[in-house]
């Protein structure tokens, strides 16, 4: 379906982009490759161009589609860092890093961030220059991981537990579109106005591109609100017995929305494995008992907590407090105050950070399954993917936040694993697969769907709306060049599933032809 | 032991590709800098930096050594010119929270191009050769009679129980900073010898995937030294190459303790033997050498780690006594009377590399003395006069970096951050105070 990059079309691409930033070299090919925190698959392309601005952005694609060779565009990637290889059929691969551009209107409290810009740089921008507000950049993410790749891929901020997913703190986007068009949603649309409002002068498409892992359009401008950043920061913990104990309290502080709920900007949890396989197997204790003995609960919820004041953060941890104690009579379990070390309280304010990282040292790799669920379904949930890690021979794992005052909730199982022993993938798939059918009958999402797994399972189940997303992708992308098979677009890219729209393969239909559209300067 | 690729193997699959690595202070956002340039997390990776690829940062060469443990990328000279295009500094290594041993994976990817039969690049040839013959053991050309040519004293005494093993910087190319070290050893009261067979420690080989001629060096060195107590050493590289490789691709303990020459001086001042009199009034910056500074230290805290079976409890002790290597020279600089001293924003386990390591300075000199003039950047925002270290090697592509920033301030007749500065070995001011 697809045609090769010739000689003939890395000319072309030097012509765009400058012969600086265009490469067939094999090994700095190879380099682009990952396999692990947000995803498996991955396969190497066959060029790679580092594009300067949003006009060879376009100017590429024009390209592309005139000869039919896919495109995957990617800059930090997601929250895991860099995450987002070329799948089948590779082609060309647009690394965005050199648009790393960065606006701040205090304001209209806004930023216009570019693709390559990475949390950590946002972060020493804004110390330095912008210390009363904070860039949303993710929590838990490494500091190389950028702001745009989580807030397209609808990923969690700072402060998620107050404002929901990322995608609900952009204001408008700057989108080169796979025909080459470009445009610009909210009232950016309108040449010459501020992103002030999301909605724009009618429809707002912003949708179609949140979450579509780069397969409806390149994104190379987003307007992202910034956050008020009080300076009287804490974080408090609270045990229990199960997972309901995290889950219910949880739900009694978020409920209300306003007051102390409101200051509660990252509510995040897990089990006690989550400490424990930070750590090589063979080099730290497997016994729960050694983790009691430190003083730490089976499961727990942290509460990160800002404030505009000392009495204000003194009268939400006592709140929090109260509920913990009704909730412990009313369940009639225990749920005690954690004790967190001053070095551990700072090590959770620390934005970016780390802490995401260190799972491949229990084995050699690891992989984040991101699932939302309603807040209140999240135990159950992680109650049935820690039965069935274990099941599959993986430490269960278990992370959970609260998204948008308990109304969501992001649930991830790190399944650490050996990346160098035979099957293991395999095995993954497979662990992958069960829990997905279980999940998706049970109502729930997966929230960055792979394709190989998430998505044609997800898309068997809710037809129609597959055949939407392939009417738009097809209006959009009319020869099918951006990202090809990433959101199982087309069908017969990633599965032998029977496609959804019955429709005839994509090799037979008329999208085979390409057409040559025009850039609009 | 863990030499070759395959060894590493295990340990090259934890990379998940954060990236993480590619900048100094990557877990400290929130550190306070001086501006807004040197503040929070900023890159650190020499190689990345000058080529901006992915596949010159370690966070696309570890992928790459993966693709090269699976078979899915041929060796080739296209593939060896991208590995070797690393200075080996180890900032990767700091940064990395699945503590992943960055340089180790390169110097083996290296060792396991060229050992499937790709040339070594042309330079790096060149050394080996030099290094593996027999009349000449240095990478510098110099004839081998004349290694110890710079030293009055008694040479190959086996009445003492300490060696200085002067390294081929020292013996041919700065031997002002072999000679002030002798001098300060005698000051310490020491009575030491030098060797006059003596060969290159092999860590150019090392660096640059020549196990072959390296494996060779380090024999004939373990072997010369083997009767003395302690080997002294000057050289960052020397010292890191003895002390953290020869045991490591050896698989043996060394027969002998070694120390650089500023842990002598450091142990003197510590226990009173030593008081430093005569003041040094200026204003100065201290340049980390990787070699001596971020790599023991790195390996000092995984020694502790490798004898331990709770990392959870253990983790913080072996990060203490890595930063308390950290301290060495800074412990030596406070005893010295009127010396102001103005600390870069990347140091320690964080500074940023001369630029000169892993090869890089004879292969791509471009790339070095971009280094050097990045670095000379950050060490003249501190306002300092001179720019400390302790290392031959920096020492040259440091002064190398202001020749050049004096040569492009003459052709476009603007000032230039760095070109001021007085490059200063350490050993030679301490031999000038003692």
Excluded at chain 1, 258 to 275: E, K, P, S
Excluded at chain 1, 399 to 424: E, L
Excluded at chain 2, 79 to 89: D, S
Aim: charge should be neutral.
């Amino acid at each position: 379906m697809y045609n090769k990059v010739t000689d003939d079309v890395v000319k072309k691409l030097v012509a765009i982009c400058g012969e600086k930033y265009v490469t067939t070299s094999e090994p700095l090919r190879h380099s682009y490759m990952a396999r692990g925190i947000m995803g498996l698959e991955a396969v190497l392309p066959e060029a790679i161009i580092r594009p300067a601005n949003a006009d060879e952005v376009s100017r590429v694609l024009v390209m592309a589609n005139e000869h039919l060779i896919p495109v995957t565009p990617a800059a930090g990637g997601l929250s895991g860092g860099f995450a987002l290889p070329a799948i089948e059929p590779g082609g060309i691969y647009m690394d965005m890093t050199r648009m790393n551009g960065l606006e701040v209107d205090v304001e209209n409290r806004v930023m216009v961030v570019e693709p390559g810009l990475k949390s950590g740089d946002a972060w020493r921008i804004f110390k330095t220059k912008y210390p009363e507000w904070a860039p949303p950049i993710p929590d838990g993410a490494p500091p190389a991981a950028t702001v745009l790749g989580d807030a397209i891929e609808r990923g969690f901020s700072l402060v998620t537990g107050v404002y929901g997913p990322q995608a609900d703190m952009i204001m408008g986007l700057e989108v080169v579109l796979p025909t080459g068009d470009v445009l610009r949603t909210g009232s950016w649309a309108v040449p010459g106005a501020k992103p002030f409002y999301r909605w724009g002068p009618g429809p707002n498409p912003d949708g179609l591109f949140l979450g579509s892992q780069g397969s409806m359009g390149i994104i190379t401008k987003a307007a992202i609100k910034i956050v008020p950043h009080p300076h009287f920061k804490t974080v408090v913990a609270y045990g229990g017995e199960s997972f309901e104990d995290i889950v219910k309290p949880t739900w009694e502080v978020s409920k209300h929305e306003l007051g102390i709920a409101d200051r509660c900007v990252m509510v995040q949890g897990g089990n006690w494995q989550l400490v424990l396989t930070r750590w090589p197997k063979t080099n730290v204790p497997l016994d729960y008992e050694f983790y009691k003995k430190m003083g730490m609960s089976e499961y727990w919820m942290n509460y990160e907590i800002w404030a505009w004041s000392q009495e204000e953060l003194d009268f939400t941890l006592k709140k929090i407090d109260e509920i913990y104690k009704a909730y412990e009579v009313k369940a009639n379990t225990k749920c005690p105050q954690q004790y967190l070390h001053p070095k551990q309280i700072a090590s959770r304010l620390k934005k970016p950070n780390k802490i995401a990282i260190p799972y491949a040292l229990w084995e050699a790799g690891f992989l984040f399954i991101t699932w939302y669920c309603p807040w209140l379904e999240s135990a159950n949930m992680m109650e049935q993917y820690c039965a069935k890690m274990e099941e599959y021979g993986f430490p269960p794992t278990m992370w959970v936040a609260s998204i948008d005052h308990g109304r969501q909730a992001i649930v991830m199982p790190i399944v650490c694993f050996d990346s160098t022993k035979p099957g293991i993938y395999d095995k993954i798939r497979e662990f992958n697969l069960e829990t997905t059918k279980s999940f998706l009958k049970q109502g729930w999402l997966n929230y960055r769907p792979d394709p190989f797994v998430h998505a044609p399972e997800t898309f068997s189940l809710a037809k129609d709306y597959y055949k939407m997303l392939v009417k738009f992708r097809k209006v959009l992308d009319p020869n099918l060049i951006l990202h090809p098979g990433r959101l199982a677009i087309p069908w017969e890219a990633v599965t032998k599933l029977p496609n959804p729209c019955g429709e005839p393969k994509a090799s037979e239909s008329k999208v085979s032809k390409p057409t040559k559209p025009q850039v609009k300067k | 032991m863990t030499s070759t690729l395959e060894d590493l193997r295990m340990i090259n699959a934890r990379c998940i590709h954060c990236r993480a690595c590619q900048y100094a202070y990557s877990g400290e956002p929130d550190r306070e800098g001086q501006t807004e340039e040197y503040t929070g997390m900023i890159q650190g990776c020499p190689a990345g930096l000058y080529y901006g690829w992915e596949g010159y940062f370690n966070s696309g060469k570890q992928w790459i050594a993966r693709a090269f443990l699976n078979n899915e990328i041929k060796p080739s000279k296209e593939l060896l010119e991208v590995v070797e295009a690393c200075t080996t500094c180890g900032n990767c290594e700091t940064q990395c929270e699945n503590r992943i041993d960055t340089v180790s994976v390169t110097e083996a990817l290296r060792a396991a191009i060229i050992e499937a039969g790709i040339e070594p690049l042309a330079k790096h040839k060149k050394f080996g050769e030099m290094v593996g013959n027999d009349l000449l053991r240095n990478p510098y050309n110099e004839p081998r009679e004349k290694r110890t040519d710079w030293f009055a004293g008694a040479k190959d005494r086996k009445d003492v129980k300490v060696a200085y093993f002067v390294g081929c910087t020292g013996a041919y190319r700065q031997q002002h900073i072999a000679k002030h070290t002798a001098s300060l050893l005698k000051k310490l009261g020491i009575d030491f010898t030098v060797l006059t067979s003596e060969v290159c420690c092999g860590s150019p080989m090392l660096r640059t995937g020549q196990k072959a001629i390296f494996e060779d060096v380090m024999r004939k060195n373990i072997e010369l030294f083997k009767n003395y107590e302690t080997v002294v050493f000057s050289c960052a590289g020397c010292f890191k190459t003895f002390r953290n490789d020869y045991p490591r691709i050896s698989g043996k303990p060394l027969p002998f303790k070694v120390q650089h020459t500023m842990e002598l001086v450091r142990d003197n001042i510590r226990s009173g033997k030593l008081k430093i009199t005569k003041p040094y009034s200026k204003t100065v910056t201290w340049h980390d050498p990787c070699h001596s500074i971020r790599h023991v230290g790195i390996a000092i805290e995984k020694d502790i780690l490798s004898r331990s079976n709770n990392w959870l409890t253990d983790a913080r002790t072996a990060e203490k006594a890595k930063e308390a290597w950290f301290e060495l020279p800074r412990e030596v600089m406070k005893a010295i009377p009127a010396l102001q001293l103005k600390e870069m924003y990347r140091v320690k386990g964080d500074s940023f590399c001369c630029g000169a390591g892993g090869g890089v300075k004879a292969q791509f000199p471009d790339m070095a003395l971009a280094t050097a003039k990045e670095r000379l950047k950050e060490a003249a925002s501190t306002g300092a006069q001179v720019l400390l270290t302790s290392c031959p090697f920096c020492v040259t592509n440091l002064s190398d970096g202001i020749k050049a920033l004096k040569e492009e301030e003459a052709l476009s007749h603007k000032k230039l951050p760095g070109s001021d500065l007085e490059v200063v070995e350490l050993l030679q001011l301490l031999d000038q105070l003692i």
